[in-house]
């Protein structure tokens, strides 16, 4: 997760990089392009091989990337309170995200003074889901864990909860800082630390049934 009150948000990055590519602003290099070319020729955590393909601006324009349609996944209007609230031990907020492109819908949960916080994003834009999933394949040049049940493939951080799923054009990604877990249940003992799986699945689990319900199933 990555706090909106500091610049170091990378999946927020990338998104907007890649946005840019596909507005035509000059010396803004597509992210999704270059996670697409460095993720590897088999998708380890999904049933799909990563695509190696970055699709144009004009076919995103004319599949879902609208902002009526990112709209029907909106996490602030899909989700409420009482989805996340049993994830921290600690009264929590939700705030939707303003500094967003038209191509992205963000909420952030968040207990007092952001002590925890969980950050969800969704994204319709074909170009920009391919390549973000990409770029968590092998994040930090580590193969990302595959989970199940959850949308068309999906799969978390190797020493985290932070979860990242697809279906069809839907991205949805559930990002939990791993600086941030003094609150988190189940997590409280390994605030900035890496996480090991006995604790990490169970709540990855949770964090993947918040995308399963942006989805709509």
Request: some cysteine; overall charge negative.
């Amino acid at each position: 997760m990555f706090d909106t009150t500091t610049a170091n948000r990378i999946p927020i990055a990338l998104m907007v990089a890649a946005v840019l590519a596909l507005s035509g602003c000059s010396g803004a290099k597509s992210a999704d392009s270059a996670a697409a070319s460095a993720a590897p020729t088999g998708d380890s955590a999904g049933t799909t091989p990563a695509s190696t393909d970055t699709p144009s601006a004009a076919a995103d324009a004319g599949s879902s990337s609208t902002a009526s349609d990112v709209d029907a996944y909106d996490p602030c209007t899909k989700l409420t309170v009482a989805d996340v609230q049993p994830l921290y031990s600690a009264p929590i907020t939700m705030t939707k995200e303003t500094d967003l492109t038209m191509f992205l819908r963000g909420c952030i949960f968040a207990t007092a003074a952001h002590r925890s916080q969980l950050q969800v994003l969704v994204t319709t834009t074909p170009s920009l889901a391919q390549g973000n999933w990409s770029y968590h394949l092998t994040k930090n040049g580590v193969a990302a864990k595959p989970m199940s049940g959850i949308g068309d493939k999906a799969m978390r951080d190797p020493d985290d909860v932070s979860i990242y799923a697809m279906k069809g054009n839907v991205y949805c990604s559930a990002d939990d800082d791993v600086h941030t877990r003094p609150q988190l249940r189940g997590a409280e003992a390994y605030d900035g630390k890496p996480l090991p799986d006995a604790v990490a699945q169970p709540i990855a689990e949770k964090l993947g049934a918040l995308c399963q319900k942006i989805f709509g199933s």
